[in-house]
């Protein structure tokens, strides 16, 4: 195996035990002891990639900032009417988050402000959810007299409860809930053309 | 001042200047020393009350746990319907977030694990949810097909998403949040009756 490519699978190996174990016990209670037992990397080749615990929460949380505008654009290239990019940009999203341990720790450490990524290019969640229901709205998407604005709003607080709720407590999961929001939230909010459209999909 | 009575404003301000700092920069980036210099509390006296920072959080996960029961049997006592029961005790609770450092850091702290209070008495918030969105179904304050269990744990992450989003992003804070989802989400979920009862109130 050349050198560079074993270097690449060591410092994964290494995000991933650290994933793991910020997800099981908090940021606060993991001792490097314990990512390295869970790795299996020595001391040394842990200090060849990272000079600290804190420079390691810095890589998971620009590694889930930089998964986000992917998967925002992804969403938006789709061709889809708006109120379903939105729909299934935000499912998407629980998804990742409920699946990927290096995602989810990497939220969480952003969330708590543990570790600060200053060059964040990830679009805003709720502009984006705005601009999307707004576009709704003016396509007759929406039944008369919602506020696409609020919509956009409660989508967004709705996705980070799923995600919060979904991933540390009894229920169901973070993709479960948010498909859940959805389907008790759209029933007053789309227009009986788009969900009846949405039915015989 | 009686001894008495000057050790419980001592332990007080201890509390609410550790409330103020783990709210601020979170639990981990807050030295004793900040504590210290924000309560004007001596060492001295911190090691009268507390023999840790461990110990201060869990005292603060204590006082949320013991404020959310008192908040959930006084709007269990009220003469309402039981949907504007379980709408108003969701406000109330995000309002109480909002405004009341103590509870929101220890609310944060509980949420991360910081600290684990074994004696909790707390109503879980799912259940209590579920069983008012059931009755309103069975007194007919919900439309045909509306399922109380998916409103119920739709009410419970949105009020989770309100409190995270509400107290560390920009945009409405938590209790403005979770009004404006109930009004969203209850567009299509409430009977009519009860939404123009509501709006005469």
Redesign the interface.
């Known amino acids: 195996m050349p050198q560079q490519r074993r270097a690449q699978l060591t410092r994964r190996a290494i995000v991933v035990a650290a994933a793991e174990e910020f997800d099981r016990?908090?940021?606060?209670?993991v001792p490097l002891s314990a990512i390295l037992r869970r790795s299996g990397v020595t001391k040394g080749a842990f200090y060849f990639h990272f000079s600290s615990k804190e420079e390691l929460a810095l890589a998971l949380v620009r590694l889930q900032a930089e998964r986000w505008p992917r998967l925002q654009r992804a969403w938006l290239r789709r061709e889809l009417d708006p109120l379903s990019i939105a729909v299934g940009m935000l499912n998407d999203a629980a998804r990742l988050i409920e699946q990927d341990v290096v995602i989810r720790a990497g939220t969480q450490l952003a969330?708590?402000?543990?570790a600060e990524d200053e060059e964040s290019h990830e679009l805003a969640w709720?502009p984006l959810l705005q601009d999307l229901l707004r576009r709704s709205a003016v396509s007759g998407l929406l039944?008369p007299g919602?506020?696409p604005m609020?919509?956009a709003?409660?989508a967004?607080?709705?996705?980070?409860?799923?995600s919060?709720?979904?991933c540390?407590?009894?229920?169901?999961g973070a993709a479960a809930?948010m498909e859940?929001?959805w389907?008790?939230?759209?029933?007053?909010?789309a227009s009986p053309e788009w969900l009846s459209n949405r039915r015989s999909r």
Do not use: Q
């Open positions: 016990a908090g940021y606060d209670a969330r708590h402000r543990i709720e039944r919602v506020d609020a919509v709003r409660v967004y607080t709705a996705v980070v409860g799923a919060v709720v979904g540390s407590e009894m229920g169901p809930r859940e929001v389907r008790v939230t759209l029933r007053g909010v």
